[in-house]
């Protein structure tokens, strides 16, 4: 009985946790990669890019490794705040705004992926980003890569939840 509920719980893990990743960062294939540089204004900044409608849905996903202090308090690790500017055919078409923060003081060189736009209408254009950081930083991003990712599928809510529930309940009948 035990074996068929931890099948259970790893089913409902690979469902829906790894399905979410998945969906969200690794479905599709790379159409570019992108270096970020820092510039004089300390936005960083890249060549552009060209989506086109056979591409749709598209994402862009960021990669960025960071570094800060050791002897920053154990209980504030470094968090910065940024905004991404994603600009078509030179005119503004659309901001996100996140914070990248580390999960402990402990690891002085966090990395980061985050998707930072999903385009989900076929798109045909040129297009270019900049990311700025908005609030101090207390940590130094030492890279940064934009992936854009064609034909990616964003994960099912109903999947991730049923493999959500099967987990949780996997995980209540082995207490019980």
Do not use: C
Not at 67 to 78: E, G, R, Y
Not at 83 to 92: F, Q, T, V, Y
Not at 109 to 124: G, H, I, S, V, W
Request: no cysteine; proline share 7%.
């Amino acid at each position: 009985m035990k074996i068929v509920i931890y099948l259970a719980l790893l089913a409902g893990l690979a469902i829906g946790p790894a399905y979410w990743i998945y969906g969200k960062f690794y479905s599709g294939n790379t159409a570019q990669r992108i270096t970020l540089a820092k510039n004089e204004a300390g936005i960083y900044t890249g060549t552009s890019f060209r989506i086109t409608p056979a591409m749709a849905p598209a994402g862009l996903i960021m990669t960025a490794s960071a570094s800060f202090a050791p002897n920053m308090p154990d209980d504030q690790p470094p968090q910065v705040g940024y905004e991404a500017r994603l600009s078509k055919d030179g005119a503004p078409f659309n901001t996100a705004k996140f914070a990248l923060k580390a999960s402990s003081t402990g690891n002085t060189n966090p990395t980061f992926k985050e998707r930072l736009f999903y385009l989900e209408a076929p798109q045909d254009g040129v297009f270019a980003l900049e990311l700025e950081a908005k609030t101090p930083q207390t940590m130094q991003l030492d890279s940064v890569t934009m992936e854009i990712r064609a034909n990616i599928q964003e994960p099912d809510g109903r999947i991730v939840s049923a493999g959500m529930v099967l987990a949780i309940v996997a995980v209540l009948i082995l207490l019980i």
